[in-house]
T-cell receptor, first 112, second 113 residues
């Protein structure tokens, strides 16, 4: 089976840096996704990690350690519009009938 | 423009009535999904379909039904058997040519009165 743990809520200051952690257990690893979801809207894709290390994409970076079952999303130069929930997700892959399991999400609040 | 559409954005129904939520995609994706999201919660998988005329139950399929008669369409019916149907419903599809990245529709917020 699969299991994902994320902190429920975090608060950070505009202009600062925040790291959102995700730990997981899975019987077969096929990569890890991060999604952003603003209140009342659909999730939007942020990143996909399948190899260990850091992937940087503008103000957002995502890190993966497969041996530790651990990932984090790093947000730099925080803006008020970054206030949203951030979802960690594990794809099952085609052999697992393509089920994608989502964590409960971390609700990030940015204060001025 | 390619994408996933869900209609309507907001839907109100009386308790005991069945209601069908539409999901259409023109991305030529084979796999489609329905999720339910309750306030402050993550996404829970209701049903998914990997190919036309085939679908499988997700984690919370009780009280729901689906059909997949066309590749582009994957409607979800919320039946009167669903005990707590008020929720935000999201439809998604997967691009098999990429790393299974899911594309989501805008969602339908169903309120049962």
């Amino acid at each position: 089976g699969q299991n994902i743990d994320q902190p429920t809520e975090m608060t950070a200051t505009e202009g600062a840096i925040v790291q959102i952690n995700c730990t997981y257990q899975t019987s077969g690893f096929n990569g890890l996704f991060w999604y952003q979801q603003h209140a009342g809207e659909a999730p939007t894709f942020l990143s996909y990690n399948v190899l260990d290390g850091l992937e940087e994409k503008g103000r957002f970076s995502s890190f993966l350690s497969r041996s530790k079952g651990y990932s984090y999303l790093l947000l730099k130069e925080l803006q008020m519009k970054d206030s949203a929930s951030y979802l960690c997700a594990l794809p099952g892959g085609y052999s697992s009938a393509s089920k994608i399991i989502f964590g409960s999400g971390t609700r990030l609040s940015i204060r001025p | 423009d390619g994408g996933i559409t869900q209609s309507p954005k907001y839907l109100f129904r009386k308790e005991g009535q069945n209601v069908t939520l539409s999901c259409e995609q023109n991305l030529n994706h084979d796999a489609m999904y329905w999720y339910r999201q309750d306030p402050g919660q993550g996404l829970r998988l209701i049903y998914y379909s990997q190919i036309v005329n085939d679908f499988q139950k997700g984690d919370i399929a009780e009280g729901y039904s689906v059909s997949r008669e066309k590749k582009e369409s994957f409607p979800l019916t919320v039946t009167s058997a669903q005990k707590n149907p008020t929720a935000f419903y999201l439809c998604a599809s997967i691009d098999r040519d990429g790393p299974d990245t899911q594309y989501f529709g805008p969602g339908t917020r169903l309120t049962v009165l």
